[in-house]
């Protein structure tokens, strides 16, 4: 089983940043990304990187449109890690985000969502307000 570990969430001000992590044991062999799910509302995607095979601590990123330009989504492929860097957060922000992975040839996806997502987080929790 493969277990994603989160960290990084807490309460900032508008205009504020956090930076999301996500680790787990042979992390860089899946295509990985970020959920998100506030009160009241669907679940969705909120950006995705691919695995380049785990060769390569690159890959294909994509956002949904709501947080392009704000977020950056990377992957340290030495410490299987990978990370959500959000920048200009805004109170619309605020909901619990999960950590995904997909299985071995999974994609990221055009919005930001890995195909199939196999695999869940326990979530953390993003709170902007004044």
């Known amino acids: 089983q493969l277990q994603l570990v989160e960290s990084g969430g807490g309460l900032v001000q508008p205009g504020g940043s956090l930076r999301l992590s996500c680790s787990a044991s042979?992390?860089?062999?899946?295509?990985v990304g970020w959920f998100r799910q506030a009160p009241g509302k669907e679940r969705e995607a909120v950006s995705c990187?691919?695995?380049?095979?785990?060769?390569?601590?690159?890959?294909?990123?994509n956002y949904a449109e709501s947080v392009k330009g704000r977020f950056t989504i990377s992957r340290d492929n030495v410490k299987n890690t990978m990370y959500l860097q959000m920048n200009s957060l805004k109170p619309e922000d605020t909901a619990i985000y999960y950590c995904?992975?997909?299985?071995?040839?999974?994609?990221?996806?055009?919005?930001?969502?890995?195909?199939?997502?196999?695999?869940w987080g326990q979530g953390t929790q993003v709170t902007v307000s004044s």
């Open positions: 995904t992975a997909a299985v071995a040839w999974g994609t990221c996806t055009v919005g930001g969502a890995i195909a199939p997502t196999s695999y």
């Open positions: 042979e992390l860089r062999y899946y295509a």
């Open positions: 990187i691919s695995s380049s095979g785990g060769f390569s601590s690159g890959g294909i990123t």
